[in-house]
């Protein structure tokens, strides 16, 4: 049993709860359960479920060829959009996009399974490791793709497909970026992210140098010297700090390090957990946070967020999630002050909050909750080292609609990016797009030989 401090322990449970516990989410549909599942779409002509996925897989063909005995074909639709779909099938918030916008999604049925069929069609896919993309002829163009998450991954296959060497700087030990390191150990289970970064790489001609961190190792202008193009996928590499008294105390920990850990770990019985937890935060890390601490064995999980439960950004199937596993969750509460004792996490002092006006405004009337773990899930930010000139906004990168960015040949996607929305599928869909644009910015340019790296 670890111990980190005094009343954060690791192992709290028998070891084989913690199998059971962090088993998977959404159990993989069988043959038969894909057939039944996939019998129920309409299969709209103008399906609103395919105008809701940022992706714009045609969901409505793809499901009439698994109900046709053709997963094979199914996934090929997928991948067509969507070379990550596997990992979408696992992750992406359905209830909000396609499934929400299912015709069959009324107060007398539920909607289609679109999420569990995508996952049985590209799961058989990539059992059978059925490629369904080949290399152009090589174009002599070489682009550095900088970070190897959604958009990168995305991109960089894309940009292999069209004949163009990649190469991926991560700064990380491992490619996946969010899919390895960001999301609920109960959503990708069995090293799921690791086996889609092998199939996405198959293709070939994309080399990835991991441990290569932007501002560190080298720069923008560096790249943009040795490489007709730089793609750039970089994520959200920081954690948005309290500011509080009583912060640097023991105890308070970043969220989205306390997920990554889990992530890595082969048991889950070495991570350790409070006793009496608290989360700050109303996005998916928070309930991804708080519900694994509760699955670790915290005896007490409370989330405060402080506005209203209708201004989460978390679903209210996360949300549900979350209470079905014992958590609580508290709105209109922001946090003030960490108490602390011996240098170690005693509570947390929080204020009521209201709306005024359309703004939210501390009322004054301050609470505590006893607790010997704080979990910081109050939003990330970008770390913008070694970028040079390049136009950020907000404190992301400025770029258009196809990723061009304020810099000649620099393209820009996913949550990096200004309005990049916190979800792989919107990722993808940028990194897809980009990788568009580029091979069209090379088609309209003259030939020339590409720098080596």
Known sequence: MGTTQSGILGGRLPLGEYESNFSDLHPPLDKHEALVASDRCYFCHDAPCMTACPTSIDIPLFIRQISTGNPIGSAKTIFDQNILGGMCARVCPTETLCEQACVRNTAEERPVEIGRLQRYATDVAMKENKQFYTRAETSGRKIAVVGAGPAGLAAAHRLAVKGHDVVIYDARPKSGGLNEYGIAAYKSVDDFAQKEVDYVLAIGGIEVRQGQAIGRDFTLADLSEQYDAVFLGLGLAGVNALRLEGESAEGVDDAVDFIAALRQSKTKADIPVGRRVVVLGGG????????????????????????????????????????????????????????????????????????????????????????????????????????????????????????????PNVWAGGDCVLGGEDLTVSAVAMGRDAAESINRAFAAAAPRASAVA
């Not at 670790?296 to 996360?318: D, P, W």
């Not at 204020?351 to 990330?380: C, N, S, W």
């Open 284 to 407: 998916m890390t928070a309930i991804d946070a708080a519900v694994q601490a509760k699955l670790l064995g915290a005896e007490e999980v409370t989330i405060c967020y402080r506005r209203g439960k209708e201004h989460m950004n978390a679903s209210e199937f996360e949300q549900d999630l979350a209470a079905s596993k014992g958590v609580t969750i508290r709105h209109w509460l922001q946090p003030k002050r960490i108490a602390e004792k011996d240098g170690k996490v005693a509570g947390i002092e929080l204020e009521y909050t209201t709306r005024e006006d359309g703004k939210l405004t501390a009322t004054g009337e301050t609470g505590i909750i006893a607790a010997d773990q704080i979990f910081k899930a109050i939003g990330q930010s970008f770390l913008g080292a070694g970028l040079g000139a390049l136009q950020l906004e907000g404190g992301r990168i400025v770029a258009d609609a196809e990723g061009r960015t304020s810099l």
